[in-house]
Each structure stands twice: as C-alpha cells, then as structure tokens.
C-alpha cells in the first residue's frame, strides 16, 4: 500500500511541491473558516441581538446538510475526481459567504436569512471535506498518511489558536461582516491554489456493477456498521458531537452575557482550543507509535470529555473566568486533535480507496449529523434551565461517548500495520466478513 505513482513521491511531504500547494491552500481555508467561527455568532448575538434558541438555529444550519446531503455527496464524490469539486466547493463558498456583509450593509441581514446562508455554505462544505478526506491517499500514498494528516492538523490547530483571537480583533476594528469578507477571500486564494497541483488523480474506478444509488449509499453505511474500528469511533463521535454542539450554542452567549468578556478577550479565551490543538498535532505521531493507536484515542478523548466540564465552574472575576475557560478549552483542544489523527489515518486505512467517498459520507452522516441535534437542544436549554445549568448538562452527557470506545476492541488496536482494508461485504449466510486485522487479537 501506499505506492508512489510513476516518478516517485518524495521522501518526506515537505520536498512533494504538490502536497504543498494542496496544504497551503488547505492551511489558507481553515484560517479564513476559524475567523467565521467567532465572527458569526457574534454577528447573531450582537447585530442581531439572537435569543439562545436562535443562536442553536445558527449553529445547526452548519451542520444539518450533513444529515440531509452526506450520503448522496459520498456516492457522488467516488464517481468523479476529487480535485476538481474542491475548487468548486470553495469558489461557491467564496460567493456566499460574501452575501453576509453584502446584506448586512444593505440593512436586510436578519437571524433566519443568516441561517440560510450558513446552511448554503455547509452544503458546500460537506462536499469539500468528503473529497479532501478521500483525495489525501492518493496525493500522499496510504505510508504516508500519518504523516501527511499530521501536517494538515497541524494547521488546522494553528488556525484554531490564532483565527479566534484575529477574529476577535477584526470584529471589533472593522465589525464582524467584514471579518467574513475576509474569510470569502481566503476561500478564493484557495481554489485558485488547487488549481496548480500538477498530480494527475486516477478516473474513478466504474459503480455501475455496484447497483442503484441506494444500494451504494447502504455500502457505506454498511462497512461503519459491521467494521469494529469504525462502528466505535462513529459512536464515540456521534455522541461527543450531540453534546459537545449543545455546548458551543450557548457558550458563547455565556461567555458575552454572563461572564461579560469583550470580543477581544472572547477570541484569545476561543484560541485556547486550537493552542491546545496545535501541542497535540505536535505529539500525535510519537504518542501514536509510543502508546498504540487504539490507547492513545482512549486516553486523549477521557480528556477531552472531561475538561468541559470546567466552564460551568468558571468565576470569581473576569481574570480568573478567562483563564479557567482557556485552560478548558486548552485541554480539550489537545485531547481532540490527538484522537482525531489517529482516527482519521486509521479510517483511511481501513477503508478502501474506491469506496472511501461513500465511507466517508456514511460516517460524516452518523457523527456530524447529531451535532445539528445538539445545537438545537442546547439552544432549547438554554432558553430553557439557563445557560450555565445547559453547560453543565451537556458536559456530562459528553462522558457518555467513551462508553463505545471502551466497550469495543479498539483499546487493544496498536499498529497501523494491523488492520488490513475491508469493504463491508458479507459472506454468504448473512454474517459479517472476518476481522480486519491480519495478525494478533481480534480487533
């Protein structure tokens, strides 16, 4: 696995000019996106002065297309080169996010045409992600993975620490619409980028032999189903996202209304968790191969579910608020980033290459789309029982996640070297294909 094409890949990405250019304009994207995090809520909970449910609206319009579009995206995707709906998805998000401050300078802007426009730039977004996460073996090669997801995550912490905290700024020198405009730009730089990497992607492989588009869409569904790697960690995220979402719609109204931070604060306390994320992009690769895939996932999502639970504890000044949030958000940051390495090349090396859209699609689909739930039933709390109450709530309904992962043979899992693809068929009779693992326990 992991073959080079003709002419070879460089030793190491960094020498690879087009794993380059994809990172760059990948790293370019995710650091206009986190100045979006912060600009849009606040354009809701300030400009718009949004109740709590209608800051759950917001927050669920970015993630119900996953539970509305994923799997038909993920047949989609494995019929076309994944390149080229990048380029498109962010050139389309570049003009629609670029309606937000066209709008609000037009005095038209309200909460639900807001809504609207998030749901129109997730839609996007879903086709982005299943074709980013599908394109990165065959730019790399499937050895290179740990490697090559580690540099992009890396990125994705970096924009997490300093987008916050340059969002903050932005909103409060040009206003939280222009902070967007921003972001619609970083989008354009980045299509354009994709445009240059000269590796040609593979035509893909024929689905006409696979049946109807239901049928496809059950093969994805069906390989996160019955795979034992897969079906936990869908579980463990499912339900970390139901509360973890629950939690970000109301946080930050807690944090602007009750704690009373100013944006600026707002957004260096918000860098916290992408700080944390970046430490643990740094450590991800050698606590991987120190502990085991399998550990290492367990141990940094027991972290990552607790330190929520710190927020609601927060007080006794608006110093010490800040840096009780941060240190929380800190934590989690790194727990989070730490496992999702892991699980993202142990999800790329279980799935074969020709079915990895619909794979994919189906576990985006399972575990994102609850956090659509989850902002609204944070939103609905907090309006509710009151926002401090909601975050203690959902704190404690994120510990429920690592039920999955602990009853699943993941702990056991140590090496990428143990788990061989598997396609989600079954053999005759009805029951699940053996084990994907060659050598060792059961996993």
Known sequence: MGEAPAGGRPRGLWRDADFLKFWSAESLSMFGAQISVLAIPLLAATTLDATPFQMGVVNAAQFAPYMLFTLLAGVWIDQNRRRPIMIGANFGRAVILGLIPLLTALDVMDVGLLSVIVFLAATLTVLFDLAYQ????????????????????????????????????????????????????????????????????????????????????????????????????????????????????????????????????????????????????????????????GPTIMVTMVIACAAPLLIPAAGGGRLLSAVVVGLALLINGMGVVISNIQVMSLRQTVVPSEILGRANAGYRFLVTGT??????????????????????????????????????????LRDLSEVVPDDGRREEGGTAAPPTVEAGDPH
């Open 371 to 412: 956090a659509a739930l989850g902002a609204l039933l944070g939103g609905w709390l907090g309006g509710l029982i009151g926002l401090r109450a909601t975050l203690v709530v959902v704190g404690l309904g994120t510990l429920s996640a690592l039920v999955f992962l602990a009853r699943s043979p993941l702990p056991r």
């Open 134 to 293: 599908a394109y990165i073996p065959s730019l790399v090669g499937r050895d290179h993975l740990i490697e090559g997801n580690g540099k992009l995550e890396g990125s994705r912490s970096l924009a997490q620490a300093s987008g916050p905290g340059l969002g903050g700024v932005l909103v409060g020198l040009v206003t939280a619409p222009a902070a967007v405009l921003i972001n619609a730009c970083t989008y354009l730089v980045s299509a354009i980028s994709l445009l240059f990497i000269r590796r040609r992607e593979a035509e893909p492989a024929s689905t006409a032999a696979e049946g109807s588009v239901v049928s496809r869409i059950g093969t994805g569904l069906r390989l996160v189903g019955s795979n034992p790697y897969l079906r936990a960690i869908a579980g463990e995220a499912a339900t970390y996202n139901l509360f973890n979402q629950g939690l970000w719609a109301v946080l930050i109204l807690y944090l602007t209304r009750e704690l009373h931070f100013a944006p600026i604060t707002l957004g260096v306390v918000m860098a916290m968790t992408g700080i944390g994320a970046f430490l643990g992009s740094l450590v991800a690769g050698r606590l991987g191969r120190r502990w085991g895939i």
